[in-house]
């Protein structure tokens, strides 16, 4: 079982504390430090899960007591969106967690370290739960693709500025919308990136419905839009079938 | 990549938790792994001489960067090196000696892929400052610090939005709570900042632009003068509104004596330093008048501060508590004190079914204190304001109160109220930083860099830092971000958040993290 962790410099204080109040807590994790939790970044996310993450644990900290006044906040709304894509990408959201700890709340964050390995240890190592590995590196893949797609990044960054400061009417929008649109964002990258991870040699529509295990109409659908978007086109006909490909930089 | 050196400390019970041999056989075969060395602790003066004169990139497995940073950063000397918390992270929570060694090993790879990917050390920014100050607000906070700043020898430029020194202290009558005379101290300052001759006076003067520079700011005022500053001091104090207390105490030491009973009148939203100052002036009253009537009325949702209610009986000043349907009427506008002229207040007290009326006396309106300071300058400043026109103190975790940004400074008033003494000893402690500030070597600052082609100019950027470092540009190929170095605290969130990852860390880059997230995962 292994475990990564991300903490930001102030937790990181707490995680030092712990080690010199000597308490001890499951050898499974480690601890990137970065200087605010802000800087997550869901590619990283991703990026630990091909590394075999079978869990990602944050400790940051606590809510309107970020050192660099808003850093939390934005962290765990990323957090939270990187839990929903698990979810669509079929993987348990629980592999993901966080805790708000106090430079000095050495016993709060050794407890939560402690029940977040049990609990990865309860859910199970990520390979064993997916019946073949190829499939899980089909969706890191997609998964990575989705991190680093440009409407996603844009729309999980403005998250906050948008809900909360109000936009440049000084309309402020409902957070919950806000949330079914980034799901529905989410869930729309995350079926494209699978069709161009399947379409990286030529392939109809219903041979990528086939691998991805989405309808064939989505895929079409999906199909057109990237065209659109230029991200993929049509390649040749065979067998009275139009093949795709993906169009990459260059 | 040139080839790295690690030393591993024994101390600290290293040793024992960790199989350290079994360390140095792994890392001897790493290609990137020039030696390995274990000392027995690196802290000690064998280690010292150990390491005197070796060059090359170099990796310590020892303790906590926080505790120990010091002494690593000497060993190093020079060369470029990585420390690897051992200790704290490892040693010291696992019990277990092969999960620790598996541990240990993982930390080290990952400080490994740190070390490989770190960028040269070019993308510091060097601040070398300009002894020179800009004050702004020549109230006593102002007039303190610029007089500390020019006995150091600074040179001072200090601006006035009215055309008479002096601020707040010119209005009121004595210190609260020293009770010193206002004017006098007022003199004492003045008078020494005479004397001195590297200080500029601009009265009726504004601040209007202010742009970065490499040796501070470039400051433009609104009498046409442009001058390159290395500090600012924000001394803009406190205005009274919807009140006349300080109207009031400047008549009392305009007029001096005056006759009838006396009426503050609360309002609800009352900041309690005004309270404070208030009992203050009743009480000095009370000396003057040992037998008029004195009444503090008193909303029922004001809390009075501590202590007030003891200090009012003990001489005899009333506290009337209860809502006032309609206020305090009979009297508009600013109260007069001179005796000849009668004033009717009338009160209407429902709830008790008494009240004061037919009095001769003066009627002082306690109301709100806010920030004096425009709001068109704050942000010229970037410097955040509350709802009450305060500065908000940013960052107040890292960098000391004073400090908004690096060579931004707001003293006294402009961040709350305070009583005097506690306004001029601010002045001089941010006078003694700004000295400080100069004297200390120049500095290099560390910040997020963009790349010019990958930006696309949305502006996400700029909206998101909670300082202002990313400021939007127009260019000839469009919106550009620029990042200001003196603003930025490097925390990532920009970073993190940028849609076409056109921002980069110098010190950990995401070229590092995900070198960091590889190595663990292969270890």
């Known amino acids: 079982?292994?475990?990564?962790?991300?903490?930001?410099?102030?937790?990181?204080?707490?995680?030092?504390?712990?080690?010199?109040?000597?308490?001890?807590?499951?050898?499974?994790?480690?601890?990137?430090?970065?200087?605010?939790?802000?800087?997550?970044?869901?590619?990283?996310?991703?990026?630990?899960?091909?590394?075999?993450?079978?869990?990602?644990?944050?400790?940051?900290?606590?809510?309107?007591?970020?050192?660099?006044?808003?850093?939390?906040?934005?962290?765990?709304?990323?957090?939270?969106?990187?839990?929903?894509?698990?979810?669509?990408?079929?993987?348990?959201?629980?592999?993901?967690?966080?805790?708000?700890?106090?430079?000095?709340?050495?016993?709060?964050?050794?407890?939560?370290?402690?029940?977040?390995?049990?609990?990865?240890?309860?859910?199970?190592?990520?390979?064993?739960?997916?019946?073949?590995?190829?499939?899980?590196?089909?969706?890191?893949?997609?998964?990575?693709?989705?991190?680093?797609?440009?409407?996603?990044?844009?729309?999980?960054?403005?998250?906050?500025?948008?809900?909360?400061?109000?936009?440049?009417?000084?309309?402020?929008?409902?957070?919950?919308?806000?949330?079914?649109?980034?799901?529905?964002?989410?869930?729309?990258?995350?079926?494209?990136?699978?069709?161009?991870?399947?379409?990286?040699?030529?392939?109809?529509?219903?041979?990528?419905?086939?691998?991805?295990?989405?309808?064939?109409?989505?895929v079409f659908e999906l199909i057109v839009e990237l065209e659109r978007e230029t991200r993929a086109s049509f390649d040749r006909i065979e067998h009275e079938r139009p093949l795709y490909v993906e169009v990459t930089d260059g | 990549?040139?080839?790295?050196?690690?030393?591993?400390?024994?101390?600290?019970?290293?040793?024992?938790?960790?199989?350290?041999?079994?360390?140095?056989?792994?890392?001897?075969?790493?290609?990137?792994?020039?030696?390995?060395?274990?000392?027995?602790?690196?802290?000690?003066?064998?280690?010292?001489?150990?390491?005197?004169?070796v060059q090359g990139t170099?990796?310590?497995?020892?303790?906590?960067?926080?505790?120990?940073?010091?002494?690593?950063?000497?060993?190093?000397?020079?060369?470029?090196?990585?420390?690897?918390?051992?200790?704290?992270?490892?040693?010291?929570?696992?019990?277990?000696?092969?999960?620790?060694?598996?541990?240990?090993?993982?930390?080290?790879?990952?400080?490994?892929?740190e070390l490989s990917t770190r960028p040269p050390d070019q993308a510091e920014w060097e601040l070398d400052l300009l002894h020179r100050v800009l004050v702004i607000g020549a109230g006593p906070a102002g007039l303190a610090c610029v007089r500390a700043l020019a006995e150091q020898g600074c040179d001072v430029t200090i601006i006035e939005k009215t055309n008479r020194l002096g601020g707040t202290l010119r209005r009121t009558r004595t210190v609260w709570p020293s009770g010193e005379d206002s004017e006098k101290l007022l003199h004492r300052l003045y008078n020494e900042l005479q004397d001195e001759l590297h200080v500029t006076v601009y009265q009726q003067t504004e601040l209007v632009e202010l742009t970065e520079s490499l040796h501070g700011y470039r400051v433009k005022l609104s009498n046409?003068?442009?001058?390159?500053?290395?500090?600012?001091?924000?001394?803009?104090?406190?205005?009274?509104?919807?009140?006349?207390?300080?109207?009031?105490?400047?008549?009392?030491?305009?007029?001096?004596?005056?006759?009838?009973?006396?009426?503050?009148?609360?309002?609800?939203?009352?900041?309690?330093?005004?309270?404070?100052?208030?009992?203050?002036?009743?009480?000095?009253?009370?000396?003057?008048?040992?037998?008029?009537?004195?009444?503090?009325?008193?909303?029922?949702?004001?809390?009075?501060p501590e202590g007030f209610k003891e200090s009012a009986e003990k001489h005899n000043i009333e506290i009337i508590r209860g809502s006032i349907p309609g206020g305090v009427t009979g009297v508009t506008g600013v109260m007069s004190l001179r005796p000849e002229r009668k004033l009717r207040v009338i009160v209407k007290m429902p709830r008790r079914g008494t009240g004061v009326t037919g009095w001769g006396g003066a009627i002082v309106k306690l109301g709100k204190l806010v920030g004096s300071l425009p709001e068109e300058i704050a942000?010229?400043?970037?410097?955040?304001?509350?709802?009450?026109?305060?500065?908000?103190?940013?960052?107040?975790?890292?960098?000391?109160?004073?400090?908004?940004?690096?060579?931004?400074?707001?003293?006294?008033?402009?961040?709350?109220?305070?009583?005097m003494e506690e306004t001029i000893n601010h002045a001089f402690v941010v006078a003694a930083r700004i000295k400080a500030m100069f004297d200390a070597k120049s500095k290099r600052l560390p910040a997020a860099q963009i790349d010019e082609e990958a930006c696309i100019g949305c502006g996400y950027c700029a909206a998101v830092c909670p300082y202002g470092a990313p400021i939007l540009e127009r260019t000839d190929t469009g919106h550009k971000a620029r990042i200001s170095p003196r603003f930025c605290t490097l925390c990532g969130l920009c970073i993190a958040g940028c849609p076409v990852f056109a921002i980069f860390d110098p010190i950990k880059s995401s070229e590092t993290i995900r070198a960091q997230i590889e190595s663990w995962g292969n270890s």
């Not at chain 1, 964002?185 to 295990?213: D, F, H, M, W």
């Not at chain 2, 027995?40 to 064998?46: E, F």
């Open chain 1, 1 to 218: 079982m292994k475990i990564l962790g991300f903490t930001c410099d102030w937790a990181g204080f707490a995680l030092d504390y712990a080690g010199m109040q000597r308490m001890s807590y499951s050898a499974d994790i480690t601890f990137i430090n970065l200087r605010c939790s802000a800087r997550f970044d869901m590619t990283d996310g991703v990026q630990a899960l091909a590394n075999g993450a079978d869990g990602i644990f944050f400790a940051l900290c606590p809510l309107g007591d970020c050192h660099y006044e808003s850093g939390n906040h934005h962290a765990v709304s990323r957090i939270n969106h990187f839990k929903e894509l698990l979810q669509i990408a079929g993987l348990n959201p629980e592999r993901i967690g966080f805790a708000h700890a106090d430079t000095t709340d050495a016993v709060g964050l050794k407890n939560e370290i402690e029940s977040f390995c049990s609990k990865i240890k309860e859910i199970g190592d990520l390979p064993s739960q997916v019946s073949d590995r190829p499939e899980l590196v089909l969706r890191v893949a997609a998964m990575k693709r989705v991190a680093s797609s440009e409407p996603v990044r844009w729309t999980l960054s403005k998250e906050l500025e948008l809900v909360r400061k109000g936009n440049v009417f000084d309309e402020k929008l409902d957070p919950q919308d806000y949330d079914t649109m980034i799901k529905h964002i989410l869930r729309e990258e995350y079926e494209k990136g699978l069709i161009l991870e399947n379409l990286k040699e030529p392939c109809s529509a219903v041979e990528v419905a086939q691998a991805t295990g989405l309808g064939a109409h989505r």
């Open chain 2, 1 to 53: 990549m040139e080839k790295v050196k690690i030393f591993l400390c024994q101390g600290c019970e290293l040793g024992q938790k960790i199989d350290l041999e079994k360390l140095k056989k792994h890392f001897n075969s790493v290609s990137q792994v020039e030696s390995i060395e274990i000392l027995s602790a690196l802290c000690d003066g064998a280690a010292r001489e150990r390491l005197a004169g």
């Open chain 2, 58 to 113: 170099l990796l310590f497995g020892a303790c906590d960067e926080r505790t120990h940073g010091v002494i690593f950063r000497e060993l190093a000397g020079s060369n470029p090196h990585q420390l690897v918390n051992l200790r704290e992270r490892c040693a010291w929570v696992h019990d277990d000696q092969t999960e620790a060694t598996a541990k240990a090993q993982r930390l080290l790879s990952m400080g490994l892929a």
């Open chain 2, 224 to 304: 046409d003068v442009e001058e390159e500053v290395g500090a600012i001091v924000v001394a803009t104090g406190i205005r009274e509104v919807g009140g006349n207390l300080f109207e009031f105490e400047y008549r009392w030491r305009d007029r001096g004596n005056f006759r009838g009973p006396m009426a503050f009148e609360v309002k609800e939203n009352v900041h309690p330093f005004l309270l404070e100052t208030a009992l203050w002036d009743a009480v000095m009253l009370r000396h003057e008048k040992p037998e008029e009537r004195i009444v503090f009325f008193v909303p029922e949702s004001v809390v009075l």
């Open chain 2, 379 to 419: 942000q010229l400043l970037r410097i955040p304001m509350d709802t009450d026109g305060y500065l908000v103190q940013r960052r107040f975790r890292i960098r000391s109160r004073d400090v908004v940004h690096p060579g931004i400074f707001v003293v006294g008033g402009a961040h709350a109220p305070m009583p």
